[in-house]
């Protein structure tokens, strides 16, 4: 599946950088976590590596409710803005694609259903924290995890 992902990257990289260089909001990443469990997910264009669900913002869009939105799209998860707790922000530079982000964490009692948005996402599912590691994550998505573990063991 990484070189079916790899080839739909190559073909629409064009199309993404016009589209991350004209747009000057920060993309939205959360990180969904019940007990030691977090929301992963692999997109069809991409590195085949894992992600958290997020995107884009919409117009005016806040990053809350740019993050709510793309959560509910991609995962079937609703929540509200004052579930969020803001987590980390940052910059990604990959493919030569360059892009600004800011990550929320919403922690759950129990893990739902996830319902997959077919066009966009190929892979979804609830992951065991301990096993997500650097080489089969985003960047975003692992400063988000190392970020998330160094807060609990903070608290601990």
Not at 33 to 38: E, I, L, M, Q
Not at 75 to 101: C, K, M, Q
Not at 113 to 136: D, F, G, K, M, S
Request: charged content about 20%; hydrophobic content about 40%; proline content about 4%.
């Amino acid at each position: 599946m990484t070189v079916l992902h790899r080839l739909l990257l190559f073909v629409a990289w064009p199309l993404l950088y016009v589209y991350l260089k004209r747009d000057p909001h920060a993309r939205t990443r959360i990180l969904v976590v019940s007990g030691n469990t977090v929301v992963g997910l692999k997109n069809w264009i991409g590195s085949g590596r894992w992600a958290l669900p997020g995107g884009g913002r919409r117009g005016e869009e806040s990053s809350r409710a740019g993050a709510l939105r793309e959560l509910r799209e991609e995962t079937g998860i609703v929540a509200h803005e004052a579930d969020l707790h803001f987590l980390v922000s940052g910059t990604v530079t990959t493919y030569g694609l360059a892009y600004r982000y800011e990550c929320f964490v919403l922690q759950l009692i129990d893990k739902l259903p996830l319902r997959r948005q077919w066009y966009e996402v190929a892979r979804l599912q609830w992951l065991p924290l301990e096993t997500i590691q650097q080489h089969e994550a985003e960047p975003d998505t692992w400063l988000a995890v190392t970020t998330w573990r160094q807060n609990q063991q903070r608290t601990v």
